[in-house]
């Protein structure tokens, strides 16, 4: 399915995973990607931080995105841009484009933090680079960098291809804040798994999902009831989800999440150094909640 506009829907950050050696298992994610378009997800969103980018080489970025774009069951793939400079971010969305991608969602510089003018411009660049419609993402409770909904106008003024917003602000009111601000020019996004429904009776019509990758039906279904279905039906599904949903805000949320895909069978919990897998109390803790969820699983 390719939606209308581009990055409506639920869109998992798919997980990149690693073969005991710690190298990507090309193999195992074209079945995750597989397993997510069966469930009838509307795109996929690779090498973000989820999906560990940060770790990974250039030709290992390239080589995650000719998998995904090639997979037979195919749903579009839009690449994440993260780089600590701006030529590397540029050159990084021209190869994607080349690669076949349909989209980016782009971050600030992951460990500079700069004045407003510097990440305006750094975002600037990319969008200039590219024809590809792309999303801005908004966290600045992970990057420290902080788009306003006044920046963000900015930007779009002056970059049709800036179609959507992913914010990850934690704070439902950016969204009436950029609604106000531009009506429906751009499509917002939700990035923090646990204001799903929140986020969209707030207008947000499209989802970069965490626990979709190890809870796919449930999350399609939970998307659907949050923007049409019964809202005692969406209350008692969101209540179920809402413990497992909530580990993809903690500080160890990409482990937590693979972990998560490993205990329903949708892959493993392998990462990349430098983060190792959950241990001790924190590890029986998540287990805890996943079981418990699994145990009460909706039919």
């Known amino acids: 399915m390719n939606p209308t506009p581009p990055f409506a829907g639920v869109w998992p950050a ?16 074209a079945e995750q990607a597989d397993g997510l378009v069966q469930a009838g997800v509307h795109g996929l969103v690779a090498l973000g931080s989820l999906g560990e980018g940060g770790t990974l080489s250039l030709p290992e970025k390239r080589a995650v995105v000719k998998t995904l774009v090639g997979c037979p069951r195919r749903v579009p793939v839009v690449a994440a841009v993260s780089a600590l400079a701006t030529d590397e971010a540029v050159a990084f969305a021209r190869t994607a484009s080349d690669l076949g991608v349909r989209g980016l969602m782009v971050l600030p510089p992951y460990a500079y933090v700069g004045a407003e ?62 609604r106000a601000l531009m009506g429906e020019r751009l499509l917002l996004s939700v990035g923090v798994d646990d204001l799903l429904v929140e986020s969209i009776a707030a207008g947000a019509r499209g989802w970069i999902a965490g626990l979709a990758n190890a809870f796919p039906a449930e999350s399609m279904r939970l998307f659907h009831l949050a923007q049409t279905g019964s809202r005692a039906e969406c209350e008692t599904l969101y209540h179920w989800f809402l413990p497992l949903l909530r580990l ?40 805890a909640v996943i079981d418990a969820a699994i145990a009460a699983r909706p039919s």
């Open 248 to 287: 993809d805000t903690r500080p160890h949320f990409v482990q937590c999440i693979k972990l998560a895909q490993e205990r329903t069978g949708l892959g493993s919990e392998r990462v990349r150094p430098p983060r190792l897998p959950l241990e001790g109390s924190e590890r029986q803790e998540v287990l």
């Open 14 to 29: 798919i997980t990149t995973p690693f073969d005991e050696s710690g190298r990507i298992d090309h193999e195992a994610l």
């Open 117 to 178: 003018s510097e990440m305006e411009a750094h975002m600037a660049a990319v969008f200039s680079a590219t024809t590809l419609p792309c999303m801005l993402y908004n966290n600045p409770i992970a990057y420290g960098t902080d788009f306003t909904p006044e920046a963000i106008r900015r930007l779009a003024d002056r970059h049709p291809n800036l179609v959507a917003v992913k914010e990850s602000s934690a704070d439902v009111r950016r969204l009436h804040a950029l």
